[in-house]
């Protein structure tokens, strides 16, 4: 019924960065909020970034003022554009979006995309 396709992972140095897309699908579905979330090794999965249809946005505090999430709503898309990455956000980065048609809601995650920083 909904699918989310992530893109963009992958390995970089320090002090680089790196731009993740996701864009959902779903015959009939409106978007609402869309979000990332990462998992490292051994750590419990934590929000990384989450925007509203509306565009307000919400940044996990460790990643303020490096990252930034937009969206494109004709396209359903959202981005998360990492800039001065660190070591410490090497994770798995998941996409996650919250779908809606009538009364019925859906809470869907993508298929997670690997960022490796190395130091």
């Known amino acids: 019924q909904v699918q989310l396709v992530e893109s963009g992972g992958g390995l970089v140095q320090a002090g680089g960065s790196l731009r993740l897309s996701c864009a959902a699908s779903?015959?009939?579905?409106?978007?609402?909020?869309m979000g990332w979330y990462r998992q490292a090794p051994g750590k419990q999965r934590e929000l990384v970034a989450s925007?509203?249809?509306?565009?307000?946005?919400n940044y996990a505090d460790s990643v303020k003022g490096r990252f930034t999430i937009s969206r494109d709503n004709a396209k359903n898309t959202v981005y998360l554009q990492m800039n001065s990455l660190k070591p410490e956000d090497t994770a798995v980065y998941y996409c996650?979006?919250?779908?809606?048609?009538?009364?019925?809601?859906?809470?869907?995650w993508g298929q997670g995309t690997q960022v490796t920083v190395s130091s």
């Open positions: 779903g015959s009939g579905f409106s978007v609402n909020d």
């Open positions: 996650n979006a919250k779908f809606q048609r009538k009364s019925t809601q859906i809470n869907d």
């Open positions: 925007i509203s249809s509306g565009g307000r946005t």
